[in-house]
C-alpha cells in the first residue's frame, strides 16, 4: 500500500471514530444513515445519455436495481421527523453482473470540503456538546469557525419532514464525468425527482406521525403500484466546481432526464447488507477529484468492516 493510500485509511478510520465519539456507537448499523429499507426496483434508461456516456446502465436496456431509503442520523432509533436530510442510495446491476452505486441526498450540498476538515467540524460539535446545548448551538459553534459549512448547515435548517420517501428530491453532492465513445468528457451532477411530486408535512401533521412513519407510508404506496422517480443529469458549464462538495452550481445549468426509476416492493435482509459505494463507477464515468467524494470508499470500508464484526 502506497503512501497515499495509508494516509486515506487512517482518515477514514479516524473520521469513523470521530462520528462514533460524536454520535454513539450502534453496533451492527452503518455509522451514518444507520436507518433505512432496501427496496427492489428497475431502472429503464431513456438513451438521452448514450451520447454523453458508454456507462452501461445508462444506454438503452432496463437494469435490475436496489434502492435504499434511510434517514441521516447514526442512531438507528431515532424518530424519522427527528431525522432531517434524508438518503436515497441506488445500486445498478450491470450487464457484466458487477455493479455501480449512485448515492443522494435531500441536501444538494455538503459542510465540509476535505476528510480533514469534516473531522475537526465533528470536534467542534463534540467541544460544543455540553449539557443544555441545542443543535443550533452547535451548528452556530462550527459556522463561526469554518465558513465552508455555512451554507450546507444552513440547508439542514431548512429542511421539511417530507409525507414520503417519495415526495422528495434528491441530489448528489458530487461531481462525475461522463465520458462518451469520442473519449469526450462531461462534468455532471444527479437528481432524481419523484413522480408523485414534491409534498411536505406540516407542523400538526409533524405531530401526528409515527416513528416510523416514512417506512409504513412506503409499504402503503407500494401495495397500490410502483413508485417512479426520473433521473436527472445536470450538466456543467467551465467553471463550475468539480471539486468542492460545499458549492453548488448555478440553477439554470442544464438537465437532461435520462432514465426513469420504478420501485416495485421490498427487498429481503441480506439486502442489508450491501455497500452503496458512490466511487464503484463503471466505464464511462469518474469520479471528480472532490476529496470527500473518493474518501467516501476507505470510510465505508471501515464501517462496513466494525458493522460486519457486530461492532
Not at 431515532?78 to 441526498?105: C, H, N, Y
Not at 470540503?113 to 443544555?132: A, Y
Not at 462518451?180 to 462531461?186: A, D, F, V
Not at 401495495?223 to 448555478?250: I, Y
Amino acid at each position: 500500500m502506497d503512501n497515499k493510500n495509508v494516509e486515506s485509511s487512517g482518515l477514514a478510520v479516524e473520521a469513523v471514530d470521530s462520528i462514533e465519539e460524536v454520535a454513539g456507537k450502534y453496533p451492527s448499523y452503518r455509522r451514518a444513515h444507520a436507518k433505512g429499507v432496501v427496496y427492489h426496483a428497475v431502472f429503464t434508461p431513456n438513451g438521452q445519455a448514450a451520447s454523453l456516456t458508454t456507462a452501461p446502465h445508462l444506454q438503452n436496456h432496463e437494469v435490475q436495481a436496489l434502492v435504499r431509503f434511510s434517514n441521516s442520523s447514526t442512531n438507528p432509533s431515532i424518530p424519522d421527523v427527528f431525522s432531517p436530510a434524508k438518503g436515497m442510495a441506488v445500486q445498478f446491476e450491470l450487464p457484466d453482473g458487477g455493479v455501480t452505486s449512485l448515492v443522494t441526498i435531500t441536501l444538494p450540498i455538503f459542510f465540509a470540503k476535505t476528510p480533514q476538515s469534516f473531522i475537526d467540524i465533528l470536534g467542534t460539535i463534540k467541544e460544543n456538546s455540553v449539557e443544555g446545548a441545542t443543535t443550533a448551538d452547535k451548528f452556530k459553534a462550527v459556522m463561526e469557525k469554518y465558513e465552508e459549512s455555512r451554507a450546507g448547515l444552513q440547508a439542514v435548517k431548512m429542511l421539511q419532514p417530507p409525507l414520503s420517501f417519495a415526495t422528495n428530491r434528491y441530489h448528489s453532492i458530487h461531481a462525475y464525468y461522463f465520458i462518451n465513445s469520442n473519449g469526450e468528457r462531461q462534468a455532471v451532477k444527479y437528481e432524481w425527482e419523484p413522480e408523485a411530486g414534491l409534498h411536505y408535512l406540516t407542523n400538526e401533521e409533524v405531530k401526528a406521525q409515527s416513528p416510523n412513519y416514512l417506512e409504513d407510508e412506503l409499504a402503503e404506496r407500494l401495495s397500490k403500484g410502483p413508485v417512479a422517480f426520473q433521473l436527472s443529469v445536470v450538466l456543467g458549464q467551465e467553471g463550475d466546481p468539480t471539486d468542492d462538495p460545499t458549492s453548488a452550481w448555478p440553477e439554470d445549468r442544464e438537465r437532461i432526464v435520462v432514465g426513469e426509476l420504478s420501485i416495485t416492493g421490498i427487498a429481503d435482509e441480506k439486502a442489508q447488507d450491501r455497500v452503496f459505494d458512490p466511487t464503484d463507477v463503471p466505464t464511462g464515468i469518474e469520479c471528480s477529484k472532490d476529496p470527500i467524494l473518493n474518501f467516501r470508499h476507505d470510510a465505508y470500508a471501515v464501517s462496513h468492516d466494525r458493522r460486519s464484526q457486530g461492532q
